[in-house]
């Protein structure tokens, strides 16, 4: 069992910065890869980012490339989303995700994550 618990969100102007963590609990944090998502109201829940289990290797959506980057500490248990330049399209409820089964599907496939944290919003006004 894992237990993710993200905080951060708030409400921020556009090309404003902010800075999301999630505090996993229950298994070896450094295990496992770790995933971002997000879902906007009346959207389908999208992928954002990932990174590997060691933070070796990072992956990201097109649209936040370049402004978003995913980061953990594994000897805090904890994964990050530094956000910048944020624009309102980024508006949504964001999530962490962990990949304790290992699937062998790609980071930016919902399937691959078997726990989910309950999300914190993330509001961009223009």
């Known amino acids: 069992q894992v237990q993710l618990v993200e905080s951060g969100g708030r409400l921020v102007q556009a090309g404003g910065s902010l800075r999301l963590s999630c505090v996993a609990s229950g298994r070896t944090f450094s295990s496992y890869a770790m995933g971002w998502f997000r879902q906007a109201p009346g959207k389908e829940r999208e992928f954002v980012a990932a990174i590997r289990w060691n933070g070796g290797r990072s992956y990201y959506a097109d649209s936040v490339k370049g402004r978003f980057t995913v980061s953990r500490d594994n000897a805090k248990n904890t994964l990050y989303l530094h956000m910048n330049n944020l624009k309102p399209e980024d508006t949504a409820v964001y999530y962490c995700?962990?990949?304790?089964?290992?699937?062998?599907?790609?980071?930016?496939?919902?399937?691959?994550?078997?726990?989910w944290g309950q999300g914190t919003q993330v509001t961009v006004s223009s």
């Open positions: 995700a962990a990949d304790t089964a290992y699937s062998g599907s790609g980071y930016y496939v919902r399937d691959k994550y078997d726990y």
